[in-house]
């Protein structure tokens, strides 16, 4: 084949060797536009896991490399006068000038042409002289805007602004340095390339920034390489105690804001011979690895995928197969590594403990259970803070296990099971034996609070013919039933959950068709604005008159004095996902021109209403909560500043907690699903607001609630599909990390089973020998110290 490149960064100069050197009949050639020895920026770092795949790929350059890396395991974090080490992980870094060296030196040796400080030819004749063009041109990607109608880029650009510098220092490990200033709180995050220095960044929300009068410089425009030298003046001030005198290093140095970049397609051209690579397909926040990585590791799949199949279209169509799931992944846990830095001040009221635990696990790819593999050490000392920070923490228990008081209710432990709708009731909304199974099950099975599903507080409040209600005294004697077996046969609370459905009602069973207007025997739905949730599929609703609102407040205080009767400790008022009082609060939904309709305080003004009146009939000493949806995932609907607020008006009407939900007010949102994808917003809610939260969304594992309740994104995990698909959830979470206390209580017939039962062969004691060699070695703390 002929491959022409655009682009002598390391993505193409890695692409060029590999691929020439699994067949030497190739022929590569190689532009870039600046000098060899021109690069931007001072350091890369690797994981054990890419350099694994170096390794492999091209012997020759990995051992160029490893005689260049700074090696390192410690990650320390500097906050409140504190270093806080968290060890076992392994880094690897090296000079990225010499990087380019290494690479270019192998290209020569594979007889590659190279041509620098040189503009590649138009792509598109290099598209029809050759047999592939390699775009590896970068952030601003002249191919990517070229052909933007066939890869159609997104860049989203976030709130931070950040400056890339070196500095004479050799830091010894990762370290995270939190500043707080006058003007807020900035955050620096270095490593060291070599025996002469470290990679510095120095980034703070936009808002610090201005406060700080960087932005004196914001619109000039700069010259290719120079530096913003008055900013830099600014930051040596700023960061004295950490250069300690050593030279603050500039490089093409100025305030940036990140983009992440991602395409629809890598591929391009009238004969779909043109590809992209690295940070012209994709770019991932800096705070979880590098831009560098990525586009070598991108480089090793599509050599690979060259080689390994028969054409040209098969190879790429199986390197974007490979490379695109991995990518964004990777650019999911950057997202969320990203927006945790954006919102780096919510958490400054944290104990260095728990915040050191928060910035290591901010990813989602870190979590307590590995950290406790990588340095037990440091996941103890978390862990004995947590115990000690809890009224009545109990030592040597998960933190999971740890008793939380939800008001004045004591729960014996952090986990939830979430309200399900579960459509079997009669048609008369009363509960049956199903549920009695159901909650009582999930209540044996060690959960510290159930829920029931949204109860409704009327017939035509339904959802579906088989949603429960509670509008009834006969109604009330069934549910007190259940409660009762719950608090009889297991330690756990039991929860109502209160609501009216609004214009969702009148639907079908879930399994019939969720969302689908009843074929017959409907009724009547009601909102606070005339909106049809599915235009031409559901029924429009009739606009909510004062007669309306005042009827439907009474039968939530009709449903709230009932479930008091029926001996529920906690009462929810369900303002999310679209039912009546979330319709409401809605700027999608509520186009009121009335005191309930207009900004956030008049959409808030009857679920607050409604709330207060539940409040006066419901017993003082049992709390109440309530549920939202933090974003509705449609732009111009309520987004995490309004959730912040609108939980502020709920804790200052007397909730005990928010159950932070998201979305379902619309069909027309596009939610970024994902492992705990709604935490982020409890954890706003409840580090900005000072709530209690109960995350829910995708939480699966015993590993993520512990994660989630020790780094303070929530108090509480609501726990869901986990619990359908095993209604002993709770108590198996304790047995797998060898827990038996009073956080999971055994019902005395069970107790037997509290020890996994024993597997096959495979799970048998190992021979002596294997277990000298695989056991626990200890945490590795090694730190870069080249003088020594």
């Excluded at 047999?131 to 041109?137: G, T």
């Excluded at 409704?456 to 005294?473: D, K």
Aim: net charge negative.
């Amino acid at each position: 084949m002929r491959i022409a490149v655009i682009g002598g960064g390391p993505g193409g100069l890695y692409f060029a060797a590999l691929t020439k050197a699994l067949d030497p009949t190739h022929e590569i050639t190689v532009w870039e536009r600046n000098a060899p020895d021109d690069t931007f920026g001072f350091g890369v770092v690797f994981s054990d896991e890419t350099l694994g795949g170096i390794e492999h790929a091209d012997p020759w350059v990995f051992q160029m490399m490893e005689r260049e890396f700074a090696r390192w395991d410690d990650i320390d974090v500097h906050v409140d006068g504190q270093v806080l080490t968290s060890g076992g992980h392994g880094f690897a870094a090296m000079s990225r000038k010499r990087l380019l060296e290494i690479l270019q030196q192998r290209c020569r040796e594979l007889e590659i042409t190279l041509h620098f400080r040189t503009e590649a030819p138009d792509v598109e004749t290099l598209a029809a002289d050759y047999d592939l063009v390699l775009a590896s041109d970068g952030l601003n990607s002249a191919v990517r805007r070229r052909y933007a109608d066939t890869f159609r880029p997104t860049v989203d650009e976030r709130q931070c602004k950040y400056m890339w510098l070196g500095t004479s220092k050799v830091f010894e490990a990762f370290k995270f340095y939190i500043l707080d200033t006058p003007h807020g709180v900035m955050q620096v995050h270095g490593y060291p390339f070599d025996a002469t220095g470290s990679t510095f960044i120095l980034e703070m929300h936009e808002d610090v920034w201005r406060a700080a009068g960087f932005d004196a410089s914001e619109g000039r425009e700069w010259a290719p390489g120079e530096s913003d030298e008055e900013a830099i003046k600014r930051v040596r001030e700023l960061c004295s105690d950490i250069f300690e005198g050593h030279e603050v290093m500039a490089n093409n140095s100025r305030w940036i804001s990140f983009a992440t970049i991602r395409n629809e397609t890598w591929r391009a051209g009238q004969r779909g011979n043109i590809v992209i690579l690295g940070d012209s397909a994709h770019t991932a926040h800096f705070s979880i690895g590098s831009g560098t990585k990525l586009a070598m590791e991108d480089s090793l799949a599509l050599a690979a995928c060259l080689h390994e199949h028969p054409d040209l279209d098969t190879a790429l169509s199986a390197y974007e197969e490979e490379r695109k799931p991995v990518v964004q992944s990777t650019q999911r846990a950057a997202q969320a590594s990203l927006e945790w830095f954006e919102n780096l001040g919510q958490y400054r009221g944290q104990d260095p403990e728990q915040f050191a635990f928060n910035i290591m696990t901010r990813s989602r790819r870190v979590t307590h259970d590995n950290l406790k593999v990588r340095d037990p050490e440091f996941a103890a000392r978390i862990e004995e803070w947590f115990t000690a920070a809890t009224p009545g923490g109990r030592p040597d228990t998960p933190p999971m296990f740890q008793p939380f008081r939800l008001g004045e209710l004591e729960l014996t432990n952090r986990v939830v099971v979430s309200p399900m709708d579960m459509y079997v009731s009669t048609d008369d909304g009363m509960p049956t034996d199903f549920r009695m199974i159901h909650l009582g099950g999930k209540a044996m099975g060690g959960a510290g609070l159930v829920m029931t599903e949204m109860v409704c507080v009327s017939p035509e409040g339904r959802i579906t013919p088989g949603c429960a209600g509670i509008w009834s005294q006969e109604q009330a004697d069934g549910w007190r039933h259940i409660v009762e077996a719950v608090h009889g046969l297991s330690a756990a609370k039991i929860g109502l959950q209160v609501g009216h459905s609004g214009r969702k009602g009148s639907t079908k069973l879930m399994w019939d068709g969720i969302d689908e207007p009843l074929e017959g025997g409907n009724w009547p739905v009601m909102a606070p604005s005339p909106l049809a949730y599915q235009p031409g599929v559901n029924q429009v609703p009739r606009e909510m008159s004062e007669e309306d609102l005042s009827q439907v407040k009474q039968e939530f205080v009709t449903a709230a004095r009932l479930g008091a009767e029926a001996g529920f400790d906690v009462l929810e008022m369900h303002a999310g996902h679209g039912y009546l009082l979330s319709s409401f609060i809605s700027p999608v939904t509520n186009q009121r021109t009335d005191a309930y309709g207009g900004d956030l305080a008049g959409r808030l003004r009857y679920p607050l209403e409604v709330f207060e009146a539940m409040r006066e009939v419901w017993p003082t000493g049992r709390p109440m909560t309530v549920r939202i949806s933090a974003t509705d995932w449609v732009e111009g609907g309520i987004d995490v500043d309004d959730a912040v607020e609108i939980a502020r008006a709920f804790q200052e009407a007397g909730a005990a907690a928010i159950d932070v939900s998201t979305g379902q007010v619309t069909p027309d949102e596009t939610p970024a699903f994902g492992r705990s994808y709604q935490t982020p917003f409890a954890d706003a809610i409840r580090n900005r607001v000072g709530i209690p939260t109960i995350a829910v969304g995708i939480i699966s594992s015993w590993d993520d609630v512990n994660s989630i309740v020790l780094a303070g994104r929530a108090d509480l995990c609501a726990v869901g599909r986990a619990h359908l698909y095993d209604p002993n959830w709770t108590l198996h979470a304790a047995v797998e990390q060898d827990y038996d206390g009073p956080g999971a209580i055994w019902p005395l017939p069970w107790r037997a089973g509290r020890r996994k039962p024993q597997g096959g062969r495979s799970e048998e004691p190992k021979p002596r020998l294997q277990l000298v060699r695989e056991g626990a070695q200890g945490t590795r703390h090694a730190r870069w110290r080249p003088e020594a």
